[in-house]
């Protein structure tokens, strides 16, 4: 079955990952700009790694068959760097004009310092003014619950603010009902280790429906599986559920989400 990889940072994956998820059928990736897991020093470290999202990297996919897209925006944790984020959002409109950005993301918060919720809020701001699609990331663990609220309540303060346009990701079990009432899309990811199991997210599914729902391996540089949306796969026909409802949540929800942006071509109509 063909899919799409929604948040996978290509950046930090060998060629032999591209090639093992084009042989398992993905047709598509889109890598949201991020922190590298390092702090960068200076806005040409942005300027240079946001033109290896969109120079560089869709040569290195499209070698195995798979289009390439970017989220282009200012990760949360360097953000409490204020002046330097600042920095970052101004380079940001070149980018956004490129021809495999999506929209603004991940950006989003990490410690939910003032720092990062000032930046987070222009962000938001830059993304009305231009109508973008935005990608937020949720904090990690012990923050996830109150940032994901801080999140949901910048948006709904923001009445420019398209719900169906706007990706809220790594929900879990706590966070997932607020973001889909609030019409939102939600992002589940399979992490070995924190975040969600194939057999978690299955079970949120069943819960709560396949509409507005995107799931992901986000694989980057630590612990984490580029073929984590197969284990999905397998986890949901193992139970029984349908091919059709299989092949909505990891090919035509991503479509169905991504088509929003007008930098998105359909896989059909992909030429190489
Ligand atoms: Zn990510």
């Known amino acids: 079955m063909h899919f799409i990889e929604p948040h996978i940072h290509i950046a930090s994956r060998t060629t032999d990952d591209i090639e093992r998820m ?21 806005v040409g470290s942005f ?7 969109t120079e560089w990297e869709p040569k290195r996919t499209a070698n195995y068959g798979l289009r390439h897209y970017a989220w282009i925006g200012m990760n949360s944790k360097e953000a409490e760097n204020i002046s330097l984020a600042r920095e970052v959002i101004a380079i940001l409109p070149e980018f ?23 930046i987070l809020a222009e962000l938001i701001e830059l993304g009305m003014q231009r109508g973008e699609q935005l ?27 398209t719900p169906s346009r706007v990706w809220i990701d790594h929900c879990e079990e706590h966070t997932i009902r607020q973001v889909r009432e609030g019409g939102y899309w939600a992002g589940l990811t399979l992490y070995p280790t924190t975040k969600a199991t194939p057999d978690r997210a299955v079970d949120m599914i069943e819960v709560y429906g ?4 995107l799931v992901t391996s986000s694989a ?16 949901m026909r193992r139970r029984g559920h349908p091919e059709s409802l299989i092949r909505q949540i ?15 071509t359909p896989p059909e109509m992909m030429s190489s």
């Open 250 to 264: 990891v090919y035509e929800n991503p479509l169905q989400f991504m088509s929003q942006s007008r930098h998105f």
């Open 47 to 53: 300027r240079d790694y946001f033109r290896q999202l």
């Open 96 to 118: 956004l004009d490129r021809p495999n950005v999506l929209g603004i993301g991940e950006i989003g918060l990490n410690k939910c310092t003032k720092n990062e919720v000032t």
């Open 22 to 42: 084009a042989r398992a059928g993905c047709l598509a990736v889109a890598e949201p700009a991020f922190w590298m897991g390092y702090d960068r020093t200076c």
């Open 135 to 161: 990608l937020f990331h949720t904090p990690h663990l012990e923050h996830k619950l109150w940032g994901t609220q801080i999140i949901l309540d910048l948006l709904r303060a923001e009445p420019r603010v």
């Open 210 to 213: 396949p509409e507005r729902i």
């Open 220 to 235: 980057d540089w630590g612990p984490s599986d580029p073929m984590a949306v197969t284990a999905l796969m397998q986890a």
